[in-house]
């Protein structure tokens, strides 16, 4: 290929040009391979939440009894005005059917499963998915209180929190004291902790509670390795998957009388 | 006699090999000025031409070069999307596990593969790229004497016949559901009338309802 002097000189600039021309075009695939999408689904409208309590109610209709269906109903119409998804309810309610309880208790279930989802709503504003929601009903439920909730929000911002506040429920049921579990929880959120670090926290606590640890003790060592691992990532970046030597555990912690 | 007509230094007349040069030289015709002259011509014409086809040789070669690392940074972006964009249906991790000796963080996240039967396992296949996308969770149960075991819990709306688990030649009891990230409650219904926990998780009272349940936290990787 025999070019001029100026050809010679225009033609890698020319190439140059082509090639960005190119990724402006197709920013798509080359973004989504430098970042991954990582954005929870939005949030159901309030026409979408009626109009999913409405079909969940009509689930219960062969379920319950007369009574307790239309307190039940009500529920769920409450639910969709206050922006809970009623799912949530309607599995409370088959639940107790399937166990055989009496309606008059699958009604108060119901019902004490809204006020947490309210609750849970509040704390956790702005919300990110309904199952986080879910998760922080569950965790007021097992001893959680909202102010945890609170600092689990602002420790995840715009990441659903609600593998996190899974995780703190099944601390706190454990018997770590709320504060601590929260401190522990929020601190790795912070450094970045993926949510399966925090699954896999919380079964080696469990383990080491069954091996005689107390529970804020193993907590305590556990979560320490786990921030050992971790790169510290103070504006809440994702971390990197920890080393060999700081995932290796040395064993139960040891609890000194 | 030098060329000027001045006579040759005694130094230089001394040397054999000037004296040769000399002798070979005389009887050449004196040299053309105009010839001279066109002599260096072409030769300063020749090196010009020279460096105008080195110039273009680089020319040429830079967007070769170019071309060579476009096609090559194109190559690449397909090699690299194509493993993206499959599911990584084989990185399972563990949503929990529990096993006889002290486990670490790492022993929690192992494959289905390895794991030891009799090992109690709860384990999540995860794919790429979703905060909130379901993950794969595998229920557990030995029971080699029951004939039908399912799953109930909030994720098939308590229905008892809804997950069915198949047995193994172990007498294992297994199924594989999609959960979405977060806690999930659940027990197993054996032959249709028996409600039983889960061993190998941890177990949780609905204060509400009475009952206990099973409890799995499902992660995302």
Known sequence: MQLTGVQARRAPRAVAVAVLLCVIAHPRPIAAQLVPTARPPALATPDTRLAESRLAASRLDQALAPDARAAVAAQLAAAARAGVPAEPLVAKALEGVELGAPPPRIVTAVGALYDRLVAARTALTPVVSDAELVSGADALAAGVPAVALRRVRASSPNRSAAVALGVLAQLVARGVPATRATDAVTALLRRGARPQQLVALDSAVRTDVASGVPAAAALEARARTLTGGLLLAPGGAPGVTTTDAATQSAGPPRHHP | ?221
């Not at chain 2, 105009?34 to 260096?40: H, Y």
């Not at chain 2, 593969?113 to 794969?136: E, F, K, N, Y």
């Open chain 2, 1 to 221: 006699m030098m060329p000027n007509g001045s006579p040759v230094p005694d130094d230089e007349r001394r040397d054999p090999a000037l004296e040769r040069a000399v002798a070979a030289l005389r009887p050449l015709p004196p040299s053309s000025a105009d010839a001279v002259a066109r002599v260096v011509a072409a030769a300063e014409r020749g090196a010009v031409l020279q460096r105008q086809r080195r110039a273009r040789r680089a020319a040429t070669w830079r967007v070769a070069g170019a071309l060579g690392a476009v096609a090559a940074g194109l190559a690449l972006l397909v090699v690299v999307r194509r493993p993206l964009d499959r599911p990584t249906a084989d990185r399972p991790i563990a949503a929990h596990a529990t096993s006889e000796r002290p486990p670490t963080l790492a022993n929690d996240i192992r494959p289905v593969d390895t794991v030891r039967p009799g090992t109690p396992v709860l384990v999540a296949r995860a794919s790429v790229g979703a905060t909130d996308a379901p993950q794969l969770v595998t229920f557990r149960l030995d029971r080699p004497r029951a004939s039908a075991v399912t799953v109930v819990g909030d994720f098939n709306q308590w229905n008892a016949h809804a997950t069915r688990l198949a047995r193994d030649a172990n007498g294992a009891w297994t199924a594989v559901v999609p959960l979405t990230p977060g806690r999930h409650a659940y027990r197993f219904v054996v032959d249709d009338s028996l409600r039983v926990l889960d061993p190998r998780a941890p177990a949780e009272r609905d204060a509400e309802l009475g009952v206990a349940r099973s409890v799995v936290v499902v992660g995302v990787p």
